[in-house]
């Protein structure tokens, strides 16, 4: 690890939920992901974690039906000292679900409505976005609800490994002026390179000491 950069160091499933009498009751600080069917969330975690099959990948659209618990402890260290900071990172079903019916749509938009505006320990909503398509109405229906929720977020653009480098340029900045959001509330991030992997942990870590 570099000196002064938080890194990520330890990764675990805690539990799953669908009611908020389910949810841990530690009080840690949690950071959320939420994002469209399919944006490549399990494997940003995965990647983020630096642990394979941490969060279960599939090819299944809408596959994640519950809200998932994963304890994490970052660590940096700064000269003779150490600091370490434990946090839940929270990944949540995603919206638009390709394959399910009315009924489970609703069911499933009521407890992430829930627990996004009622959790109490909610610090930070990674929204994730696939950077290869336009702002899809979805992705700005949930940007815009999690504003007026009062959240903290940070758009995290999936897949770039998917674009040249000009292209990741072009999307970042498209998407950057339709959200109206500063450099630092949107970065591109590859799964499978573990490009920006990083300056992710940073940003999440800069939320969550300021927090502690």
Known sequence: ???GNWDIIHSRYITSAVHASQYPSTGLTEVAFIGRSNV???SLINSLCRRNGLARVSGTPGKTQTINFYELE???KIEATEERIQFYLVDLP???FARTNKTNKGQWSGFIRKYLTGSHNLELVCQLIDIRHNSLKND???YQW???CGLNIQIVL???DKLSKNAVMAQKALFKRELKLDEGQIISYSATQHSMRGELIARIMEILYNDA
């Open 1 to 3: 690890m570099i000196n």
């Open 40 to 42: 490549g969330k399990s």
């Open 74 to 76: 970052a660590k940096r």
């Open 94 to 96: 995603g919206y638009g």
């Open 140 to 142: 700005i229906e949930c």
């Open 146 to 148: 999690l504003l007026d």
């Open 158 to 160: 999936t897949k770039a």
